[in-house]
């Protein structure tokens, strides 16, 4: 017993040292207010994955998963980069889009981006009726440049979105990976969520030939999210993602 309780230790810092991320950070942009947009990561080499949560104000549950579990890891063992929040204007305001109203998960220039307005739910089991804009153009928010450029930078082999409260792993390639995530998490494998997203992270990502899953997480307590997922988020950002 004593053996198996040293092994956990050295996998995790002691929960007396999770108050902060404890991880090489640096700013790759700033919001519409002029909020730093930060990504923690390993100080040298190219990571295999980008894990980024926080596209949508209304979704903190993302957020505080990620940096519940960067706040985990020893230093050296952050083996993947972290954007914790995408739209730290929106998260700060508690609304979907930023701080100009702007969806940003329809605002990437991709080949079906529309100027049409964005609706979304107030509550999930309600119509979507709650109107967004998905900016004046593809890219016009500054946020949507600086994350395309540091995908750019660091061409990560996969990248994964959390968002919520869907409950699904939406992999358009039905991968291993996706499979895989699927099989740790519980939640079912989808190709789609059922609908279009024109000039959202997933289809921009796809016409550029790179590998993007959104990892969906259901409608739950953001304490059952920690206990729930981030087990499986620990692995991905140590480097156990399959």
Same mark, same amino acid.
């Given at each position: 017993?004593?053996?198996?309780?040293?092994?956990?230790?050295?996998?995790?810092?002691?929960?007396?040292?999770?108050?902060?991320?404890?991880?090489?950070?640096?700013?790759?942009?700033?919001?519409?207010?002029?909020?730093?947009?930060?990504?923690?990561?390993?100080?040298?080499?190219?990571?295999?994955?980008?894990?980024?949560?926080?596209?949508?104000?209304?979704?903190?549950?993302?957020?505080?998963?990620?940096?519940?579990?960067?706040?985990?890891?020893?230093?050296?063992?952050?083996?993947?980069?972290?954007?914790?929040?995408?739209?730290?204007?929106?998260?700060?305001?508690?609304?979907?889009?930023?701080?100009?109203?702007?969806?940003?998960?329809?605002?990437?220039?991709?080949?079906?981006?529309?100027? $049409?307005?964005?609706?979304?739910?107030?509550?999930?089991?309600?119509?979507?009726?709650?109107?967004?804009?998905?900016?004046?153009?593809?890219?016009?928010?500054?946020?949507?440049?600086?994350?395309?450029?540091?995908?750019? $930078?660091?061409?990560? $082999?996969?990248?994964?979105?959390?968002?919520?409260?869907?409950?699904?792993?939406?992999?358009?390639?039905?991968?291993?990976?996706?499979?895989?995530?699927?099989?740790?998490?519980?939640?079912?494998?989808?190709?789609?969520?059922?609908?279009?997203?024109?000039?959202?992270?997933?289809?921009?990502?796809? $016409?550029?030939?790179?590998?993007?899953?959104?990892?969906?997480?259901?409608?739950?307590?953001?304490?059952?999210?920690?206990?729930?997922?981030?087990?499986?988020?620990?692995?991905?950002?140590?480097?156990?993602?399959?």
């Amino acid at each position: 017993m004593a053996d198996n309780i040293k092994i956990i230790d050295i996998r995790h810092l002691p929960r007396q040292k999770r108050g902060s991320i404890d991880h090489a950070v640096r700013n790759f942009g700033r919001s519409r207010m002029g909020a730093p947009l930060e990504v923690f990561g390993p100080g040298a080499g190219q990571p295999r994955c980008l894990v980024v949560a926080g596209q949508h104000g209304t979704e903190p549950e993302g957020t505080v998963l990620l940096s519940s579990v960067l706040r985990m890891i020893p230093r050296n063992r952050l083996a993947a980069s972290a954007v914790t929040s995408l739209n730290p204007d929106g998260i700060a305001r508690g609304t979907r889009g930023n701080s100009a109203g702007v969806d940003l998960n329809r605002n990437f220039p991709t080949a079906n981006w529309s100027p $049409e307005p964005v609706c979304h739910n107030w509550f999930s089991d309600e119509p979507m009726d709650t109107v967004l804009s998905p900016g004046t153009s593809p890219g016009s928010e500054p946020e949507t440049p600086a994350i395309i450029k540091l995908v750019e $930078e660091i061409s990560p $082999e996969i990248i994964i979105s959390i968002h919520a409260p869907l409950g699904c792993i939406d992999d358009p390639r039905l991968s291993v990976r996706g499979n895989w995530l699927s099989g740790e998490t519980g939640l079912p494998l989808v190709g789609s969520i059922g609908y279009a997203t024109p000039g959202s992270f997933g289809t921009w990502a796809e $016409e550029n030939n790179i590998h993007l899953i959104t990892f969906e997480l259901p409608i739950g307590s953001i304490e059952s999210h920690r206990k729930n997922y981030g087990p499986v988020l620990f692995k991905i950002l140590t480097g156990k993602f399959k």
